[in-house]
């Protein structure tokens, strides 16, 4: 299984929670990956008792998201097959104060002693 991914960004959205069903809810977010020319907007979602992992954050604070990749295929009612993928982050870091990116990947390296 393909587990313990991270991955650092600006959030650009939080998402109210969702009820998916009596026993099911989720909370999506979005962030903002750093890339010089094309900066990714990456959806992740949190869910049950998660959901309030978010609260305290804002737009514009700067997170470390840890996520595990989830997917499932599916039948709709056509009987087409289909699959979705989702992120579902498992832990989200940051001081939940607006917080400005590392200049470069290598900036956030600059305390190792070699």
């Not at 998402?15 to 010089?36: A, H, S």
């Not at 804002?58 to 009612?77: A, C, I, P, Q």
């Amino acid at each position: 299984m393909a587990d313990g991914f991270s991955v650092g960004g600006k959030i650009i959205a939080i998402l109210d929670t969702q009820q998916v069903k009596e026993t099911f809810k989720k909370r999506e977010f979005v962030i903002e990956l750093p890339d010089d020319k094309y900066p990714q907007e990456v959806k992740f979602q949190v869910t049950q008792d998660r959901c309030t992992s978010l609260d305290g954050y804002k737009k514009g604070d700067w997170v470390t998201v840890h996520f595990n990749l989830r997917g499932k295929s599916y039948t709709d009612k056509t009987g087409q097959a289909g699959w979705f993928t989702n992120l579902e982050c498992w832990r989200i870091e940051g001081n939940k104060a607006t917080q400005t990116a590392p200049a470069s990947q290598a900036d956030a390296f600059d305390d190792v002693p070699f």
